[in-house]
């Protein structure tokens, strides 16, 4: 059997002192950890967004990481988005469940590393999940497609009283309202 020396891996800046694991899968969803690509990135089409096929890249806009959300940063596409039948394929976030059946609301996020939601997250790599109706899922592990309108929403997911850890005003800003999860 051969084993495999794994050192921890060290700040950017040259200093020495190993970083956290926090900080560790932070630098990797940045794609700044050694031996990792960044993930190209893949906005939809027109055609696309017309059908309402969505990315979590056609959510990006120019928003810093904790920074207070100003809506005049919003861009054309999420205006466009707004108020539309859309189909956004994600993950279930499953520390903000309290069950693992018959699911209402839930956070959908980019990726299955459980770092795309409130502190130190992007406004753009969650959306919030209200099921409308009877409407609900169960939780798995792999990815899903969540339909429903989308809809850009700056007051209900705001930090009371409106600021929040490092200085950010909102966990979220968007929602879809679900009809169906795949």
């Known amino acids: 059997m051969m084993l495999l020396a794994i050192s921890p891996a060290i700040a950017e800046d040259g200093d020495q002192q ?3 694991i926090a900080e560790q899968r932070r630098a990797i969803m940045r794609g700044e950890a050694a031996g990792r690509a960044k993930v190209e990135v ?3 089409s027109q055609a696309d967004l017309e059908k ?3 990315t979590f890249d056609d959510l990006k806009f120019d928003i810093e990481k904790d920074a207070p959300f100003d809506e005049k940063k919003l861009n054309d596409t999420l205006r466009f988005l707004d108020g539309r039948k859309v189909k956004l394929r994600g993950y279930i976030l499953p520390s903000t469940l309290f069950k693992e059946t018959d ?5 959908l996020v980019r990726d299955n590393q459980e770092c795309c939601f409130g502190p130190g997250a992007a406004l753009f790599d969650c959306v919030m999940v209200e099921m409308v109706g009877t409407a609900n899922t169960d939780f798995v592990t792999r990815p899903v497609t969540v339909e429903g309108k989308f809809v850009f929403d700056p007051d209900k997911y705001r930090y009371p009283p409106g600021v929040g850890p490092r200085g950010a005003t909102h966990m979220a800003i968007f929602r879809i309202e679900g009809v169906r999860v795949r």
């Open 18 to 20: 190993p970083l956290s």
């Open 42 to 44: 893949r906005k939809s």
């Open 52 to 54: 309402g096929d969505i």
């Open 103 to 107: 699911i209402s609301e839930f956070v």
